[in-house]
């Protein structure tokens, strides 16, 4: 079999982790938790970074920070993760959803605009597969109308804005290293804050509501509890683990990168065909080389392509299910048809795409597509 995913070890992931046992300090903040944030900041230029134990918990902190109370509209992509939205619904945030672009799973930026009402907070960007949403104008309309924007950067490592890294445009970003992205430490991931007036709240909310990162900076000479917070930070068993990945992140995106390529080139005559949409890249975005999918003509040849590679031992996978038509939120959404949300959910498919993925390997998965279309056509 074929699996979607696989995790990919750098080799020194145990090294790290062995070196962190035997330290002696178990809890997060720690040395491997400094030296990866240090990593983020000289690498993308990011003004502050907090490592956590999801992207889920990042987006959670982007919500308190950005300061949400009940009522208070965010405005985001129905094609997305759930997390993107539960962390604002949490904090009583009522969800305005945006359609996707027609050759893009990203949010149409055009139609964000018309949803801002005096009760707008902020608006959320997801990078799909980690490609960058145009966000030159979600800025600009955020600076018109005092927004803030946070980044769902989740799949958006080492990925580029007209040369400026995705995490570092938004006030706010969101990173993830679940393991099923480019850069992992099975569960985890990162706030990253650009906006000099969120960087020292961050912490304290990261810690627990308390100065204790001060206090350990000798700035307050004792701690407590000075706002709201959680417990978001990962042990330190997490972030060395995370350290040995980062140390290789050149490694991975080379090998994921041509993966992706090679993908691109081997269906390129299937979309030229007309029977496939390949990904499009826009001219200010970068491929990171996240995931590869293929858009089909309809949710039946999807589905039926599924199962046609399970069959060959092969496993592809369908993405997001639209968070406006959810059973959650159905009732909840304002009406407005989403319809490329809805293209994106009915025939959109991903292909396997892992560091470890053989040439032989990705020959079958093409060959495999290629035939299906044939067979397609024959019948
Ligand atoms: C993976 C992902 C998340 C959630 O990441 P976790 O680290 O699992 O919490 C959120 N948003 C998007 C777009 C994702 O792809």
């Known amino acids: 079999m074929i699996p979607f995913n696989k995790p990919h070890l750098t080799g020194k992931e145990a090294h790290y982790l062995y070196q962190a046992v035997s330290s002696g300090k178990l809890s997060g903040n720690g040395f491997f938790t400094r030296k990866v944030q240090e990593a983020f900041c000289t690498r993308y230029a990011f003004l502050k970074t907090l490592l956590t134990t999801s992207c889920t918990d990042a987006l959670e902190m982007t919500a308190i920070l950005a300061n949400i109370q009940p009522g208070d509209e965010v405005i985001m992509p129905s ?62 309309l955020a600076g018109k109308h005092g927004l803030i924007v946070i980044e769902d950067a989740a799949q958006s490592i080492d990925s580029y804005y007209n040369a400026r890294p995705l995490g570092g445009i938004g006030h706010l970003a969101a990173f993830s290293f679940h393991e099923t992205k480019n850069v992992i430490s099975g569960e985890g ?108 003509g309809d949710a039946c040849q999807r589905d039926r392509l599924i199962e046609y590679l399970r069959n060959r031992e092969i496993q592809a996978v369908f993405h997001y299910l ?42 079958k998965v093409i060959e495999t597509v290629k035939s299906f279309y044939l067979e397609l056509t024959r019948a």
């Open 189 to 296: 991931g990162m706030l990253v804050v650009n906006d000099i007036r969120f960087t020292e709240r961050a912490e304290i909310i990261w810690e627990k509501g308390t100065n204790r990162s001060a206090f350990f900076r000798g700035e307050v000479d004792k701690y407590g509890w000075v706002d709201v917070g959680s417990s978001f930070l990962p042990s330190e068993i997490v972030a060395s683990f995370l350290f040995a990945q980062m140390e290789e992140i050149d490694d991975i995106q080379t090998r994921r990168i041509s993966l992706w390529n090679r993908y691109y080139e081997g269906l390129h005559e299937l979309a030229q065909n007309g029977h496939i949409e390949l990904p499009f890249i826009p001219s200010w975005a970068t491929n990171n080389g996240h995931l590869f999918y293929i858009v089909c």
């Open 322 to 363: 639209p968070l406006h038509d959810s059973k959650f939120f159905k009732a909840r959404h304002d009406g407005r048809p989403l319809p490329m949300t809805e293209k994106y959910s009915h025939n959109l498919l991903r292909l396997p795409l892992y560091y470890d993925l053989s040439s032989d390997e990705q020959d």
């Open 79 to 140: 094609y997305t993760f759930v997390s993107t939205a539960n962390a604002f619904v949490l904090r009583g945030a009522v969800i305005r959803f945006i359609d996707s672009l027609s050759s893009h799973p990203n949010m149409d930026h055009n139609s964000i605009e018309e949803l801002i009402s005096p009760k707008t907070k902020a608006i959320v960007a997801m990078h799909y597969a980690g490609v960058a949403c145009d966000m030159d104008p979600i800025m600009q």
